[in-house]
C-alpha cells in the first residue's frame, strides 16, 4: 500500500524520481503514471499537487536548484574562498558529476528544451540564467578581471557545454581542469 501524502517528503520524492527517470531516459520528460511509479505515490496524488506536467517540472527544478544551493551554501559557511576557488567550486558543483548532480542537470536540460517553446518557461530560464551570471560576475569582479559580465556569460556557455557532454559522453570525456585553467582568473 502507498503512503500517505506528505507534502514535504513526498513532493521532494516526486522531485527525486522525476531526476532519476530523466537520467535513466536521457532527459525525455516522463509520463505522470511513470513519475507516479517512480515515486512510489498514485496518479491521483500527482495530479492533487500538480495541476500539469510544466508544474511538475517547475517543482522538480525548483527542487534540485536548491539542493545545489544548499551544497554551496554548506562549502561557504566559513567564508567566500579566493575568486578562482569560488568559480572553481560553483562550477563543480554545477557539473553532472555524479548520480545527484546527473539528476540536477537532466532536470535542468529537460526545462531548457521547454523554455525553447514555451514564453513561460523561457521567462523563468532568463532569471536564472541573470542569478548564475551575477553568480559567475560577482567572483570575476573580485579577481579584478576586465569586463566581468563577458568572463561570467562565457564560462556560464562553457558550463552548458561540459554539462551536456558528462551527461552525454561521461565525465571523463570532459576536460574539465584543461577548460577552468583557461577561463578562470
Known sequence: MRERWQPDARQNAVAEAVGRLLV?????????REIAAE??????TLQH???TKEDLLLFALEHHCLRCADRLRARFAEGLPAPREALSAIVLELLPLDAERAA?????KA??????TDPAFAGHYQA????????FGEQFERAGTPDALVAATILAQ?????RTDCLLLGPDAVQ????LDRLLP
Open 128 to 135: 536564472q540564467r541573470q542569478v548564475l551570471l551575477e553568480l
Open 39 to 44: 515515486a512510489g505515490v498514485t496518479t491521483g
Open 176 to 179: 574539465v581542469d584543461a577548460v
Open 104 to 108: 540536477e542537470t537532466s532536470v535542468a
Open 111 to 116: 526545462f531548457v528544451s521547454r523554455a525553447a
Open 49 to 51: 499537487h500538480f495541476s
Open 158 to 162: 562553457a558550463v552548458e557545454g561540459m
Open 24 to 32: 535513466r531516459g536521457h532527459g525525455t520528460f516522463p509520463g505522470m
